[in-house]
């Protein structure tokens, strides 16, 4: 069965500094995808990065990055020169299924709670 | 364009009511699922729609719960009746087709349940 781990249940960073959140998964599938959503306090969830099991490149988006290693199933989260506005849950996903509307479900790690401190 | 909407934000209910949740997704995405997050825990997905048909519902946890949606628009969550377990966030998500892995899940904001 396929699973997310995170075993980070809380981080802290300094202002400006980066950090890394860590997600290991598990699954059989060649073919898989993996996302992280961010969740303030507000309780929406906030799409950041996703990485496709089949690209060669770490995914960025701006200030996150995507660390993949696909041999030790990982794909870290990095922030880097982390904001205030950064605290909040972090949550690591993948995707059940890619193809055409045959699953699409996600499945979520437990997530990490991030507090940047000024 | 408006993203997912849920109602309410916040629901307090005693135990033995009932409860429905309503979401609305954004226009045109055929594919629409629902999750729930219990306190400290994970998020758990429960179902998922493609338009108005049943794709996936192998997350519902029970039959107190039932998830319709109509005509392929929003989606309504009923829980009846509430036990004091089902206190938790849900959360209703939307997507469009897709042919492959990336194609990001909108989230509305939850549903915050508390049974009593």
């Known amino acids: 069965a396929q699973k997310i781990t995170q075993t980070q249940p809380g981080m802290f960073v300094q202002e400006k500094e980066a950090v890394t959140l860590d997600c290991t998964y598990d699954?059989?599938?060649?073919?898989?995808?993996l996302f992280w959503y961010k969740q303030p306090s507000s309780g929406e969830m906030i799409f950041l990065i996703y990485?496709?099991?089949?690209?060669?490149q770490n995914a960025t988006e701006g200030r996150y990055s995507l660390n993949f290693q696909k041999a030790r199933k990982s794909a870290n989260l990095v922030i880097s020169a982390s904001q205030l506005g950064d605290s909040a849950m972090y949550f690591c996903?993948?995707?059940?299924?890619?193809?055409?509307?045959?699953?699409?479900?996600?499945?979520f790690g437990q997530g990490t709670e991030l507090s940047v401190k000024p | 364009e408006a993203g997912v909407t849920q109602f309410p934000s916040h629901s307090v209910i005693e135990k033995g009511q009932t409860v429905t949740l309503r979401c609305d997704p954004i226009?045109?995405?055929?594919?629409l699922y629902w999750y729930r997050r219990v306190m400290g825990k994970e998020i758990k997905f429960l179902l998922h729609?493609?338009?108005?048909?049943?794709?996936?519902e192998s997350g519902m946890p029970n039959n107190r719960f039932l998830a319709e949606r109509t005509g392929g628009t929003y989606s309504t969550l009923k829980v009846q009746p509430a036990e004091l377990e089902d206190s938790g966030v849900y959360f209703c998500?939307?997507?469009?087709?897709?042919?492959?892995?990336?194609?990001?899940?909108?989230f509305g904001q939850g549903t915050r349940l508390t049974v009593v």
């Open positions: 998500a939307s997507s469009q087709a897709f042919l492959g892995g990336n194609t990001e899940a909108f």
């Open positions: 699954t059989s599938d060649q073919s898989y995808g």
């Open positions: 990485q496709g099991s089949y690209d060669e």
């Open positions: 996903a993948m995707r059940d299924g890619v193809g055409y509307n045959q699953g699409g479900k996600l499945i």
């Open positions: 226009s045109g995405h055929d594919n």
């Open positions: 729609f493609v338009k108005e048909s049943k794709q996936d």
